[in-house]
């Protein structure tokens, strides 16, 4: 099945995919699901870039074992190509690429990205709830939450405000840390109802992860669990993930800038 999808990836056509992956709150571990969902992708034979919005710990960046050389701002100012601007993960799998001050109305160049099948952005809300202008453009956003009550609110928000922001109308969701399956689609059907309902926004499940200790102990090892243990429950869920995303339709419509969106 690997090689299959391998070869349909090759044989489709070629498009840089962005994807923002947010946490509905903080703690919720949308890092485990970037750095993992980036290795997954890696595995499946794409070149993949991951940037890490978090400049004050980093953690996407070390667990993937990257010493990049410069930051997307750098790349952006043109001080840095971004090739030489990223850093190569363990293995050479995943190139990370650190945030760095971010400056509205500058693109990475399309060439630059045209080198990547797939860009994942660790993503970092500002204190009113907006993205960088990078994620905030990104053709898929990927929630991650936890099942548990604060979370599925702090989830229902994020929905809320990132539509209102970004005109957005199709939310990806991933539940970390869940027991079981059947809990995790009665949250979400939950979740897409009510958001159909008051937003007029579409909700889908882009699957879970179970409350795997192997994901911690990569953590204490310093790298990604896809990467440390590649049997674990964790990896089997974030690689199911990972398949399921060349089917995702690519958003296509100019998003809505934060400083002129309507207000929630």
């Known amino acids: 099945m690997d090689q299959a999808e391998s070869l349909r990836r090759m044989l489709a056509p070629r498009a ?50 990257a010493t990049p050389a410069g930051t997307l701002a750098d790349v952006q100012d043109g001080r840095l190509p971004l090739e030489a601007a990223a850093g190569a993960g363990t293995g050479g799998a ?10 509205a109305g500058l693109e990475v160049p399309a060439a630059a990205l045209s ?53 957005w109308r199709r ?10 399956e059947a809990a995790v689609q009665a949250i979400l059907r939950n979740l897409a109802r009510t958001a159909s309902q008051y937003l007029g926004v579409e909700v889908l499940c882009a699957g879970w992860l179970p409350a795997d200790p192997l994901v911690a102990r990569g953590v204490q090892l310093g790298r990604c669990v896809v990467e440390a243990f590649p049997a674990a429950p964790a990896t089997s869920a974030l690689r199911r993930t990972a398949g399921s995303i060349g089917g995702w339709p690519l958003r296509t419509e100019a998003p809505a800038s934060a400083a002129t969106a309507v207000p929630a």
Not at 94 to 103: E, F, I, T
Not at 171 to 180: P, Q, S
């Open 115 to 167: 080198a990547f099948r797939s860009v994942l952005v660790d993503a970092t809300a500002d204190a009113e709830g907006a993205l960088s202008p990078f994620a905030g453009s990104a053709h898929n956003v990927v929630i991650v939450m936890r099942p548990e009550l604060a979370s599925i609110t702090a989830a229902y928000a994020c929905i809320k405000r990132l539509h209102h922001l970004y005109a």
């Open 171 to 180: 939310f990806h969701l991933v539940v970390n840390m869940a027991a079981a």
């Open 94 to 103: 995943v190139s990370v690429l650190p945030a760095g001050r971010q400056r």
């Open 16 to 65: 840089t995919r962005r994807i923002a992956v947010v946490a509905s709150e903080r703690g919720a571990g949308a890092t485990t699901v970037a750095l993992g969902l980036s290795h997954a992708l890696a595995m499946q034979g794409e070149r993949v870039l991951l940037l890490d919005e978090d400049p004050a710990t980093a953690r996407a960046t070390r667990l993937a074992g």
